[in-house]
């Protein structure tokens, strides 16, 4: 139980990482607030996550757009009274070559996986400096480390969020505030759906260990990072890849 009665909010909770990630908050004890784009998906959540035995609340909120997430601040902090760890999980990908690339492709992504991050955390900090104490954790990827063909504004908002918590882990640190990253490789997640298996197939022969990663080998590392196991780690990215990058 090293979450025990910490209100944790995880954004794009409804499916993939997020969801695992939810599930074992819950099981570690903290209260989960589920937030998705689909209520309906988020209400089946919630109630899987009760069934087990878990506190959890849910929101419809997308990220891009602020005053959701100011509703379910104010909401929760009604409701607990504080916020202890963000989750900033949400993404989306749109992929394409450079010169294949439209400006709405870019755009959505960098709304969603970079904007949305600092829209979340903005709306967070307040309550965090006011308690002295939070944690907060950005999704973002292997491909934020070396960059991926196809992935121009992917990697911009994977490379962009770990610039984030770098900063935020300056500004915060003296306030009781941690924030680190995770760097997954290939997680066998609906994200993925796209690619053709024999892409996913060259992606595993990659990987040392020839398999991806089940979502909750990642939720393991965001449940340790926002533990007080990882009271010393801040401003870190810390790669989860099976040995993908050797
Ligand atoms: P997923 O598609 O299974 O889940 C993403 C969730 O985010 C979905 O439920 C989706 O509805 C939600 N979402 C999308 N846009 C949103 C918005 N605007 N507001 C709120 N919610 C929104 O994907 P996943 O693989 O679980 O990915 C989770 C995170 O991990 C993402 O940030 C992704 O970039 C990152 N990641 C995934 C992998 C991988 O291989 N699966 C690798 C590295 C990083």
Known sequence: MRLKDKVAIITGAASGIGKATAEKFVREGAIVAVCDLSIEAV???VEELKLAG??????????TDKAEIAAMVTDLK???GRIDILVNNAGIVMDAQLAKMSDDQF?????VNLKGVYNCA????????EQGSGVILNASSVVGVYGNFGQTNYAAT???VIGFVKTWAKELGKKGIRANAVCPGFVATPILQAMPEKVI????????MKRMAAPEEIANVYAFLASDEASYINGAAIEVTGGLTL
């Not at 755009?107 to 709304?111: F, G, L, N, T, W």
């Open 122 to 129: 903005k709306a967070v900090v307040d309550t965090m400096i």
């Open 107 to 111: 755009d959505k992504v960098i709304d």
């Open 158 to 160: 994977k490379f962009g």
């Open 43 to 45: 209400s089946t959540v």
């Open 54 to 63: 878990g506190q959890a609340v849910g929101y419809r909120v997308n990220v």
């Open 201 to 208: 197939q060259a992606m595993e022969d990659k990987v040392p």
């Open 78 to 80: 009604a409701r607990y």
